[in-house]
């Protein structure tokens, strides 16, 4: 008995080998390195917290200790009267960073299914660059300290670093189809946390020098990066004579490997013919409107969901440095060295639960299963002793069930709505979807940021590893349709395979 033509899958490593050439790998390089700089000089900013703490609060310094400079010059830094109001002010610089992140996400993808790629790509790199440089190094170069204009900068900060997610994975959703696209977008989400960790390591390496040096070597590499990035970035296969996905001469099999999970496999053929999309002419593929977008299926549900995982994401990100060094009493650099760890396990996470999900052509019980870890790994590290070691173990651990689902949405899921049939495969839905799903995102991670402080400084962190647990069980909650519907479709499966044995 032959099974059903949705049953039929074409083994996803043989469609990925088989169509992957030099090409693909330069695109899969540069833009992963691209957004990993971007994550770099972000990461950078939580690394040094500490000491723009201290530079902007009172030094209470002993009566026979050396005074390290002027008075006049310590006066002019003298933004807060205590380290829990400049704590406060850094937690608001976040939340400001991250509305700012937000709604630029839902512009930049509209912007990046319309204009080049690249262009829009460089150009937000390089410019947030000179961003970073003017806010963390020339302010401090200058004795310049002023908290409006501190405001101003990271509202323009967040908004040009916005174009970066939209277009990178647009980008690799032109060159990388449905064989495959759980492992490789896995793996290639993984720029995150390698930003994250080279962000953590330039920060550490320089921050005895003083944190504006933190912020200029980041800018500056991620300056070189929008330049190589400008010259050097194909941002689809047409762009050298390769075909489009979905356009091989190989038939049926090429178009079953490139139609995305998200596809309703229940759907008759009659129902097949719709689409948002006109059917143009010239075959040149039109952008959807934002409305649109938020109307394809799935779309709504995983951009709440990862609202409630990215506030729990970007806290780690954000506050974890912090937290290690002020709840231990841990010198900063090495803080700044250990908080590494729970990127490495976001990596490994996003990888292995990837090619998971490749496996079972299904994303959503992946997720499920994973983030029900992710709830008892939050309550074991809120109780982690005060031990290097075990800290740094059951930290990977939680960023191996946290990182992972967050790379996995805002990635490979995102590709996968952005290809549904309803928009029959074009690559002008990507950009925008994901900018749709990440934008959800960051406003639910801006709100968290400045919780976190909140709950901190009232409550204690006890209550905001408590916060973090009912965050990550409401991501559960956003998905449980998508849940049920996918379990559903695996045991319709099953039993057909057992019929045709």
Known sequence: MALPGSLWRQPANRGLVSHCTHHHIVVFLLTFFSYSLLHASRKTFSNVKVSISSQWTPSCLNSTAPELRPYEVW??????PNAEEATLFLGTLDTIFLFSYAVGLFVSGIVGD???????????MCSSALV????????????????????????????????????????MGNWFGKAGRGFVFGLWSACASVGNILGAFLASCVL?????????????????????????????????GL????????????????????????????DRNYSIQATDTDNQPKAIGFFQAC????????????????????????????????????????????????????IIGGTIQGLISDVLQKRAPVLAISLLFAVASLFGYSRSPNSKPINGVIMAITGFFIGGPSNMISSAISADLGRQDLVKGSSEALATVTGIVDGT?????????????????????????????????STILFISPLIVREI???????RLRMLAE
């Open 75 to 80: 006066n002019s830094s003298h933004l807060f």
């Open 114 to 124: 319309r204009l080049n790629l690249r262009w829009v790509l460089s150009f937000g």
């Open 132 to 171: 970073v440089f003017f806010f963390g190094t020339l302010t401090e170069w200058l004795h310049f300290y002023n908290k409006w204009f501190y405001c101003c900068l990271w509202v323009v900060n967040g908004l040009l670093q916005s174009t970066g997610w939209p277009c990178v994975v647009a980008v």
């Open 208 to 240: 005895k020098y003083g944190y504006e040096y933190a912020f200029l070597v980041t800018a500056s590499v991620q300056f070189a990066g929008g330049v190589i990035v400008f010259f050097g970035l194909l941002t689809s296969p047409k762009e050298v």
């Open 243 to 270: 075909p489009e996905l979905g356009a091989d001469e190989d038939g049926s099999v090429e178009e079953d490997a490139n139609r995305p999970l998200m596809g309703n496999d229940d759907a008759d053929d009659d």
């Open 295 to 346: 109307c394809l299926p799935g779309v709504v549900l995983y951009s709440l969901a990862y609202a409630c995982l990215k506030l729990v994401n970007y806290s780690f990100f954000f506050w974890l440095p912090f937290y290690l060094s002020n709840n231990f009493g841990w010198k900063e650099a090495e803080a700044d060295q250990l908080s590494i760890w729970y990127d490495v396990g976001g």
């Open 441 to 473: 995102g960051s406003i639910g991670a801006a709100v968290g940021q400045y919780l976190v402080s909140l709950i901190q400084e009232n409550l204690g962190w006890m209550w905001v590893f408590y916060f973090f647990i009912l965050m990550t069980s």
């Open 488 to 494: 559903k479709l695996l045991l319709h499966e099953r």
